[in-house]
């Protein structure tokens, strides 16, 4: 029994998925048809940047989508595993659409703009530089709730 997890917004660099675009056509035929579906070249921004532009909201969802599906494409097709026989696929946060469309339960061009129309969304409703987040673990109660309201102004 194995699991199939996806990656969520954060894990985006420059040139990756580089080699794997070179060297198998499966990859560069869903990069192709990303281009084709978003209607501008996501390939041409994961592959070379600029790096600003790659981890603006409305280009990293779709760009780790992308990336993420051809991973698990060409693991199917060129290592011969059977992936569809996970017993669950998940993803963090972002991934949790690329789990979606790997499972079948989604298609891969509608899930690109999808992400594309969720990322400038989200893109929107936070202009860069206002708000913030924060994760908190293993604190109790009474001493968030201090913090909270310690830092009520800052955010």
């Given at each position: 029994?194995?699991?199939?997890?996806?990656?969520?917004?954060?894990?985006?660099?420059?040139?990756?998925?580089?080699?794997?675009?070179?060297?198998?056509?499966?990859?560069?035929?869903?990069?192709?048809?990303?281009?084709?579906?978003?209607?501008?070249?996501?390939?041409?921004?994961?592959?070379?940047?600029?790096?600003?532009?790659?981890?603006?909201?409305?280009?990293?969802?779709?760009?780790?989508?992308?990336?993420?599906?051809?991973?698990?494409?060409?693991?199917?097709?060129?290592?011969?595993?059977?992936l569809n026989k996970a017993k669950f696929f998940a993803g963090?946060?972002?991934?949790?659409?690329?789990?979606?469309?790997?499972?079948?339960?989604?298609?891969?061009?509608?899930?690109?703009?999808?992400?594309?129309?969720?990322?400038?969304?989200?893109?929107?409703?936070?202009?860069?530089?206002?708000?913030?987040?924060?994760?908190?673990?293993?604190?109790?109660?009474?001493?968030?709730?201090?913090?909270?309201?310690?830092?009520?102004?800052?955010?």
């Amino acid at each position: 029994m194995f699991s199939v997890i996806f990656p969520g917004q954060g894990s985006q660099s420059v040139g990756m998925t580089n080699v794997l675009y070179k060297k198998f056509n499966i990859v560069k035929e869903l990069f192709d048809e990303a281009d084709e579906v978003l209607d501008f070249s996501i390939t041409k921004l994961i592959l070379e940047g600029p790096k600003q532009e790659l981890d603006q909201t409305k280009n990293t969802q779709p760009a780790i989508f992308l990336t993420s599906f051809a991973i698990f494409q060409l693991i199917k097709k060129e290592f011969s595993i059977d992936l569809n026989k996970a017993k669950f696929f998940a993803g963090h946060s972002l991934g949790e659409y690329t789990a979606l469309a790997c499972a079948g339960a989604l298609n891969f061009a509608g899930t690109l703009k999808l992400l594309r129309i969720r990322g400038k969304a989200m893109q929107e409703a936070v202009p860069k530089g206002e708000g913030g987040m924060v994760v908190i673990l293993g604190s109790d109660i009474n001493t968030v709730e201090k913090i909270i309201e310690e830092n009520k102004k800052k955010y």
